[in-house]
Each structure stands twice: as C-alpha cells, then as structure tokens.
C-alpha cells in the first residue's frame, strides 16, 4: 500500500501554521541563518529577545548576538562547526540584545539539509538567567567541594583551619613542596612562603582577603621544604559553617615556573612579531578567525583604510567591500577559496573608513593549527592606486606614440612623390613651362612639401625619444662645419628680415665625439627659433666653445623674449608659448623639446635665459670629447649607414 503524501496546498497550509506557532513563542528566539553565518529569517521571539527588528537582523551576520571577546575568540563558528558535525549542537552562554545588554542564554543549533547539502542552520535561544544565578550558586559550592578531592597531582590541595594551620594534605601538595602529610599537618602555612614574604605578614593579609571577600588568588614566590623557591599561583576560598562564619580554607598552589618561562618566551616572540608587523606602514596586514572576524590589525592597515583598531576588533570583513561585491558573496567566496586552497589572491576594489574606494592588491593565507584544523586567516592588503594609475597613464602614451608613429609613416610616401615631383616642376627639369607662375607654384608647393616632411621626422624622432628607440651614433663631428651648414639653410630668410648672424667657434674643437644629425637638428631649429622671433635689420649671435669638459652651444637673439614661467612649457612638446590667435609664428613646438631630448641623449642639457622685450638665450652643452657608449657582451657594432638604414625603417 502506497504511502499517502500532502499536496502543495497542505504544504502551505502546514508551513503556515508552523510560522504562526513559531511567532507565537515570544520567550525563545527562533532565527534561520545561511551556511556564511547570514541571518535569513527572524521571529517575533527573536526580536522580544534581543530588540533586533526582523528589518534590522535580516542580512546581518548572526555573531551580532555575540558579545565581542566571544567574537574574537571564535565562539559563533565553533557552534556551528560542532552542528554541522554532530546534528545538533547546544551550550549555555552569554548573548547580547540590541541595547547592548547581556544575558544568560541557552542555545540549541541544528544544521538544514537540501538534496543532501548543507544550506544553513536553525538556531533557537532562550533567556536562562534566573536559572543560571541558581546554576552558578550551586556550582560554587560544588567547585569548593571538589577543591578537597584527592589524587590531584599537579595541584597541592589543602585544608586549613580558621587561624592558617593545614589540616588536610594530598598527593599535590606532597610532590610541590616535598612535605609529607607527617611532616605538615599542624604547622602553620606560613611555610609554604620565602622569609621576606613572612615578614611581610602576607600569608595572614591573604586569609582576610579571603575571610572578606570568600578568595583570594595571586602568582607569588612559594619555598619547598629544601628552601628552593617557584612561581606558585595561590588560590585560597573561604569555607562558611551553616551560620556564615568562616571555618576554613581551602588552598590550592600549582607550580607555574614552566609555564611561565613559557609564557614569557611566548610573549616576546609575538612582541618581536607584532613590532615587526606594526612597523609596515605601506601593507594592512591583519588576521581574521574563520568566520571573517578581524582579530588583529596594523598601523598599515590603519593607514590604508582608517579604522583604528578599536574600531574593526570584532568586525567582519565584509565591511571592506562594496555593496555590490557583498550582494554577490564576493568576501565569503574568497575565504573559501583560502580554505580549500591555501591561499587567495586577487586585485580588486576596496572600500575606506570615509566611503572612498581605491585599487588593492590582496593576498588571503588560510592558518590551520597543529591538530590541522582551521584556525583562521591572514589577510595582507595593499593600496595600488597610483600603479594603477600609472599604468593607464603609460599605456595611453604607448598608445599616443603608436599612432604617431603609424601616421608618421603613412605621410612619409606621399610626401616623398609631392616633393619630387614638384622639384621637377620647380626646376623644368622636362622642359619650358608656359606660364611662370607654374614655377613659383612649383617653388611653394615644393618648401611646403620639405617643411612638412621635417616636422614629419620630428614627430617620428620624438616618439622613439619617448619610447627609448632612439639611440645616438656616436662618431667625430667637425662642430664648426655643422654651424656653418645650419646657417646657410637660412640664407634667403637672412636676406628678406636683414638679419645679421655671428658665428664665433672658439679654439680647437676637432676631438668631439657625437651624433651629427643630432647636433645639427639643434642648431638648425635654435637658428631657426632666433631668426623667426627676431626683429627685422636685429642680430643673432651663435657662439660654440668649450668649457672644461663640456663643449657649450649658444644661440642669442634680441626678440620678443618669453618670461621665465613660460620656459618649462617651451620645452614640452607642442608648447607654444604667447597667444598664437594675435601673434602668428611657424611652427607647432617640436623644436626646443627635440633640442632638450637629444642633449640629454649625449649626457647633456639645455639652459634658456629670456624675459619679454629682452631677447632670448639658448645654451646647450654637450660631454667633452665625448665618448662611444658602452656595448652589451656580444654585441656587433653597427656602421653610421646601417644606423641611419634602422632610424628611417
């Protein structure tokens, strides 16, 4: 016979009636969480209970109902662990309600299965606190009970009468101190303590603590019955008669030298360690337990984010993402992965103190202990804004170069037959030309065509410049011969604006090593600069010497000048300086950045002196003589031509 089963409609009518039954159960709290911890569902007893409002506790972690050392210690995710395992997990602790307060509480865990697979835990939470002020009552006097059971070895347990004379004495007491039960019994304690503490009256003023507040506990130095003395951590509680008056006491003492050298040892390797830590400035380096929860944290991560540590104790990590990365469980993917794996890395975005975002770079290490398991994570964090930033900015100059570099090119060809072919016209190399106009076109068309190619090549030396392909060839340079070629370029514009050139090239020069194009292209653009912001019928001075180890290059001229705010912009590339709409002068701003890249690619520089209505003075230098650079191992040096073959490729 077939089993009978509910259909949809019961279903929903049985989990109707569940839910209200649950609501009705205003003095236990009934909550649902999702496998990360997440609260899901919130009944009205979990809200009589904490004050937390279901709109308030949905989508919160569910160790808000943690006190805070409890959140450090890892006491939320032990009980779900211990559930997951078990079936069921329950325990009597503290929790805290919504204004802060804290009660006694029992709490039941059950894990929920779907298809077979962990979806979640049910957690049900009743305030137990009148109870556990009975509880602890009744434990008190069991914990003053089992003080006087014997056996215990590593502790020496005792009784002692009201004036401090031992009357009990167990096996403990016999291996710490080395007395026999024989040997004490009727002797005052006072012995158990070194001479200066017994002058100090000190065993007496503990029994009156003890008498007056029912303990008494401290680490003090206690003395064998060999006069050896230990680190002994004393316990002493009070034993009331029916009539409240003190009988007793019951002493506990348990050699603590071991684990205090221990302990010290401990603590300056995690002082070394946390100095170590706390000095990185640059990284958040900062641990979690495994639920997320920030246990630690550095000056760097401070830095970074600006939470004090008082802030982000007890945290999740969460807080450090976007909303849109928590929607999508993004911080508990990644501590999954760190748990399967080892390690997680990733570069993403990370959200600051003040709501700003930035580029972090982040390394999550999965910490397991000696029994292998889980004990939590060390997550390390770096802020790479500025790489960031930096690499865009390169990239998008790679890419300005690039294309610079491909149009450069791709005006070349035309150029190359536009020049050509109007040198033929120019010249009536094919014969008489009807009209003479066609040969002042001829001549126009032709100098345009050379003045576009030269910025053409500008363009193109300036984007090897910024990408480093452009390497001079050194080799003897007659300096003065490369001034005097320069000039005659300029000749018929010489003549038209009635310029006067002086060139002076001062003693004996014929040893400078140097690329010759180079040197050249400055003085033909530092002539060219002077004679086009010249006055007509003025001067310009060119003046080559050598100073020490430096051949020097001056180009003055008695033009309008610039101020000297403007000179950096003068050397950046395509920086025109003056209002180029009222003052029109030839040229896009190649010149001066050229000069300045190709000095600095002989190890030299450039120096402008100018002021408005004053003129302006260009000084170049250049090593003296100047030296071939050196070559890579197993390298073959390339001929002038062969160089010249690869620039122009």
């Known amino acids: 016979m077939s089993r009978p089963t509910l259909s949809s409609t019961a279903h929903d009518a049985l989990d109707s009636v569940l ?15 999702d496998r990360h911890g997440v609260i899901r569902s919130w009944s009205a007893g979990a809200q009589s209970v904490f004050g937390h409002s279901p709109e308030e506790a949905i989508g919160s972690h569910f160790s808000m109902v943690y006190a805070r050392d409890d959140r450090l210690a890892g006491v939320p ?3 779900l662990n211990i559930a997951e395992r078990d079936g069921r997990f329950e325990e009597d602790g503290m929790r805290v309600r919504k204004d802060g307060s804290r009660f006694a509480a029992h709490a039941a865990v059950y894990p929920l299965h779907k298809a077979g697979a962990l979806v979640g835990f ?3 939470i009743r305030d137990i606190s009148e109870k556990k002020q009975a509880e602890n009552a009744l434990h008190a006097s069991e914990r003053r009970f089992r003080a006087l059971v ?4 590593d502790y020496a347990v005792l009784l002692l009468d009201a004036e401090g004379t031992v009357t009990s004495w167990n096996d403990g007491a016999q291996r710490i101190y080395g007395y026999t039960a024989d040997e004490i019994v009727g002797l005052h304690f006072a012995r158990f303590f070194p001479e200066e503490i017994r002058r100090s009256d000190k065993p007496l003023s503990a029994l009156e603590t003890a008498a007056q507040t029912g303990r008494y506990e401290e680490e003090c130095a206690g003395q064998r019955k060999d006069g050896t003395t230990f680190a002994a951590h004393v316990v002493i509680n009070a034993i009331l008669d029916d009539d409240g008056a003190v ?13 205090n050298s221990a302990t010290r040892a401990l603590r300056e390797s995690e002082k070394r360690l946390r100095l170590l830590v706390e000095s990185v400035t640059d990284h958040a380096i900062y641990t979690l337990d495994p639920s997320g929860i920030v246990t630690s944290w550095n000056h760097g991560a401070e830095r970074i984010t600006g939470y004090g540590v008082d802030e982000i104790l007890g945290e999740h990590v969460s807080r450090f993402y976007t909303e849109a990365d928590r929607r999508e469980g993004r911080p508990y993917r990644a501590l999954e992965v760190a748990r399967a794996d080892g390690r997680y890395e990733e570069e993403g975005v990370r959200v600051r103190k003040d709501g700003s975002r930035f580029a972090a770079d982040i390394a999550i290490h999965a910490i397991y202990g000696e029994d292998g398991a889980l004990a939590g994570y060390a997550k390390i964090a770096r802020d790479v804004s500025e790489r960031k930033m930096r690499e865009q900015a390169e990239s998008a100059s790679a890419a300005k170069s690039r294309f610079l570099a491909h149009m450069s090119h791709e005006f070349r060809t035309p150029l190359n037959a536009i020049i050509g072919f109007s040198e033929i ?12 106009r066609y040969v002042s076109y001829g001549n126009d068309i032709h100098f345009s065509g050379l003045h576009l190619l030269s910025l053409v090549n500008d363009l193109l030396d300036l984007t090897r410049i910024e990408a480093g392909k452009l390497e001079p060839v050194f080799r003897p340079t007659d300096v003065k011969q490369v001034a005097e070629r320069a000039i005659q370029l300029f000749e018929p514009v010489i003549a038209a604006k009635r310029i006067t050139i002086d060139l002076n090239v001062a003693g004996e020069l014929q040893g400078f090593i140097a690329d010759e194009r180079m040197v050249r292209q400055c003085l033909v653009n530092l002539v060219d600069n002077a004679i086009k912001h010249s006055r007509t019928s003025s001067m310009v001075r060119v003046a080559v010497g050598r100073i020490n180890d430096r051949l020097t290059i001056r180009v003055i001229d008695q033009g309008a000048g610039m101020a000297a705010r403007d000179i950096p912009k003068a050397l950046e590339p395509f920086g025109r300086v003056g209002d180029v709409s009222t003052t029109p002068v030839d040229g896009v701003g190649l010149g001066l950045p050229l000069v300045k890249s190709y000095c600095e690619l002989h190890g030299g520089g450039i120096e402008i002196k100018s002021a408005p209505n004053a003129g302006t003075e260009v000084v170049l230098w250049f090593p003296y003589p100047g030296r071939m650079p050196d070559k890579p191992a197993g390298s073959t040096p390339r001929s002038p031509a062969a160089a ?3 620039e122009r490729s």
């Open 77 to 79: 995710l032990r009980g």
């Open 247 to 259: 009988s007793g006491y019951a002493k506990l003492t348990r050699d603590v030298t071991e684990r």
């Open 425 to 436: 016209i120019k010249t009536e190399l094919l014969g008489k030309i009807g009209n003479p």
């Open 19 to 33: 839910g209200s039954v649950i609501d009705q159960l205003t003095d236990s709290a009934i909550y649902a969480i």
């Open 122 to 124: 049910a957690s049900v």
């Open 644 to 646: 010249r073959r690869s």
């Open 150 to 153: 014997e056996g215990i070895t």
